[in-house]
């Protein structure tokens, strides 16, 4: 079993330290069974970034398709209600503490407790792009991304993402995805309008170009492997990979769909790729791009 003391020696030995501001990639699973529970590993944080500290959490609900709305009627966020997140157990302890705070966004909302909490929630608000509260706490408040488990993410990559696109005018067509949010004592269906990327392919860039050049503090969290970055220094090496060559985020698989035709920059037609696709018979691939081809937008 692991205790809260062995938490606190292992957060210290990463080198976090009083008065960090840290986003979370959490998975409880890899870090092993706590004596007390995943609150205990958030203490245990918090103990050691103290008061002047800040941790930030995605707390992102399940999101529906847009043609798919009238079933979900009844699915509605709010920010006395806010819709369980789908992204991991620590979010859903994270907003059980008193000091929690959420974005106003509450499509994109991060859980945030700490010295930056009020600032940045209540400065995300609907106009906001989904990732900026991220990007204020990397430009602002030097924030460092504390992954334990799970895809070697950095937390930054959105945001190189986003700017390349919008700096050479690419775009991406995706899907509809949204849900009802209660505003105001206003029910008000919104849409994700974040463009996104395959896995596959940013870990195929991360292996080879990211991971190798920069700053990091690599150690355990109990039994899961954990590792500290920068994250000034992590969108720094993204946009500078993406601006050179926008091809490094697409991955190599032929029936990846995200990689294969939804950015303007992708090397096929969605035409070729759904032709491809039928005759092996993809049913999955083939409502994935029927949709997107009829109801995509385009978003930057
Ligand atoms: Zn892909």
């Known amino acids: 079993m692991i205790t809260y003391n062995d938490l606190v020696n292992d957060i210290k030995s990463l080198g976090i330290k009083e008065g960090d501001t840290l986003f979370l990639r959490v998975s409880y699973k890899a870090i092993g069974k706590i004596e007390a529970g995943p609150k205990a590993f958030i203490d245990a944080l918090l103990n050691v970034i103290g008061k002047e500290g800040t941790i930030i959490l995605t707390a992102f609900p399940k999101t529906y398709n847009q043609l798919l709305r009238f079933f979900y009627k009844g699915k509605i966020s709010s920010a006395n209600n806010l819709m369980k997140p789908i992204t991991g157990v620590m979010p859903i302890f994270a907003l059980k503490y008193p000091s929690a ?5 509450l499509l ?40 334990i488990g799970g895809e070697s993410l950095t937390g930054t990559t959105h945001l190189a993402l986003t700017e390349m696109l919008r700096k050479y005018d690419y775009y991406q067509t995706r899907s509809f995805y949204g849900l009802y949010i209660k505003e105001n004592d206003k029910i008000s269906w919104q849409i994700k309008n974040n463009t996104t990327f395959c896995i596959k392919g940013f870990k195929k860039m991360y292996d080879q170009l990211i991971y190798p050049n920069v700053g990091k503090k690599e150690g355990k969290v109990g039994n ?39 950015f303007t920059f992708s090397d096929s037609t969605k ?13 999955g691939n083939i409502k994935f791009i029927l949709l997107y081809i009829l109801y995509g937008r385009k978003i930057q």
């Open 224 to 262: 899961g492997y954990a590792i500290v970055t920068e994250m000034k220094e992590t969108l720094a090496k993204e946009r500078e990979i993406l601006f050179r060559n926008p091809i490094e985020i697409l991955c190599e698989d032929s029936d990846c769909a995200i990689c294969r035709t939804s």
């Open 271 to 283: 035409g070729k790729y759904l032709i491809n696709q039928l005759f092996r018979l993809k049913l």
């Open 108 to 147: 994109f909302p991060f859980v945030v407790i700490g010295k930056h909490a009020k600032y940045l929630t209540e400065n995300h608000t609907n106009e906001k792009d989904g990732y900026w509260l991220l990007r204020e706490a990397t430009e602002k408040f030097n924030s460092k991304c504390l992954r």
């Open 101 to 105: 705070m959420v974005s106003k966004k």
